[in-house]
């Protein structure tokens, strides 16, 4: 939802390249195409030279779906092991196929159709691709013709398509050494003990920049140590190679981190490096105080912005979080406030809206303070522009 920006310094970047990139991911990469590669070795170094290693690492966020596109198009292999919904991404199916009815005949017939077109392009998909579960999959849909049974491969396949399927220890023994074992090469873990703490404090954000809402201040008192979430922008579990990315690391707050994003792919998803909400409105409020000033008469509804920050508003259930208690409260004593200014005569309004100051002695709104440092700022600025028919604007 808001906007963040870069601050490492250039200190800061030679000493990751050296630490993580030189001294542990470029080795270990060596010593798993050294060791486990086998046939593979030839292509697996074409796309993870050490520059591009390098590039990977340190890339701007605006890249990162590029490099996906790369590895996942010519490393085939660790698509289908680690991100199945890019690897089926060209196949028409969706997830209407679990409530298709298949009781008349008529339907039987068309989820027979569907069946059979499916496993035309699978093949098609096994011919350009070197996989290791479609011949398996399409085996097993050659033989099957009873209407039910049909269905439920469809629905496995939707699950792989949506990003929802978790392969088995068998599908998985099917990848080689390699495969399977990359993902052991960006050791996220090894870094943030290192770094973790060091990014945080770099990016300097307060407030998640998911949700405008959850306090993630790090601490760095001794005896009270402690820091937010890096949430995967692109899940390490479906793009390992994104693992230590800087820019595809986000501070988070934990309930958009672990509840709402947990390991969606976020192909097609804002990263809030490069965009976020605007000054456009966001917020519209509704209320009525006929039976009494309380929170159960207000309604905080979010706009649509019709553009590709609506997929984020809706993941990170931002309608949702800014109806809570805490930010109703708010605009209540936020209302009351205006209203009481409004009652006192016109040249106080006039007064107290002129000046920033005012605005946050009385109204408690601080104009200066940019979202990623004021808890629902941008939520503050639009009702403050709702009561009083101006236009502020939030502090980037």
């Known amino acids: 939802m808001i906007k963040i920006s870069y601050s490492y310094t250039q200190d800061f970047l030679n ?34 030279s050490d520059k591009f290693v390098k590039d990977l690492v340190l890339c701007s966020a605006d890249k990162l779906y590029e490099k ?3 590895i996942y198009n010519h490393l085939f292999e660790l698509s289908e092991r680690y991100c199945l919904e890019f690897y089926f991404k060209d196949i028409t199916l969706d997830s209407s196929i679990s409530s298709m009815p298949i009781r008349k005949r008529v339907d039987q017939e068309k989820i027979k159709t569907i069946h059979c077109n499916i496993i035309t392009e699978l093949k098609l998909l096994m011919t350009n691709r070197n996989s290791k579960l479609l011949p398996g999959i399409i085996k097993k849909m050659e033989v099957t013709t009873v209407a039910s049974q049909i269905k439920t491969q469809l629905k496995n396949l939707s699950s792989m398509k949506s990003g929802n399927y978790k392969l088995s220890e068998e599908e998985i023994a099917l ?62 579990s479906k793009f390992p190679f994104l693992a230590l990315t800087l820019s595809n690391l986000i501070p988070a707050g934990v309930r958009c981190n672990q509840k709402y994003k947990k390991d969606k792919s976020m192909i097609g998803y804002v ?26 008469s207000i309604n905080i509804e979010v706009k649509k912005l019709n553009n590709e920050l609506d997929k ?55 104009l200066d303070k940019p979202p990623t440092k004021e808890q629902y700022q941008k939520f503050k600025v639009d009702a403050l522009n709702f009561l009083t028919g101006r236009v502020y604007k939030m502090p980037n």
Not at 19 to 25: A, D
Not at 333 to 359: K, M, P, S, V
Request: net charge negative.
């Open 271 to 296: 990263n809030p490096f490069l965009n976020g909400v605007n000054q456009e409105t966001l917020f519209n409020f509704k209320y009525m105080f006929d039976q009494g000033r309380n929170i159960e």
């Open 15 to 48: 000493d990751y390249e050296q630490k993580i990139i030189n001294e542990k991911v470029i080795p270990s990469l060596h010593e798993l195409i050294i060791e486990h590669s086998g046939n593979d070795k030839e292509r697996v170094e074409k796309v993870f």
């Open 312 to 366: 984020n508003l809706d993941l990170f259930k931002v309608e949702e979080t800014h109806n809570k208690n805490n930010v109703k409260n708010w605009f209540l004593l936020f209302e009351e406030r205006y209203q009481t200014i409004i009652n006192a005569g016109d040249n106080c309004l006039d007064e107290i809206l002129a000046d920033y100051n005012l605005i946050r002695q009385r109204l408690d709104v601080e």
């Open 175 to 236: 990848f080689p050494d390699w495969v399977n074992s990359f993902d052991n090469v960006f050791n996220y873990d090894s870094m943030s003990k290192i770094f973790g703490r060091e990014i945080t404090n770099s990016l300097n954000l307060d407030i998640c920049p998911y949700c405008n809402n959850e306090d993630i201040e790090t601490i760095n008192e001794i005896g009270a140590e402690t820091r937010p979430d890096l949430d995967h922008f692109f899940p390490k």
């Open 68 to 70: 996906i596109d790369t």
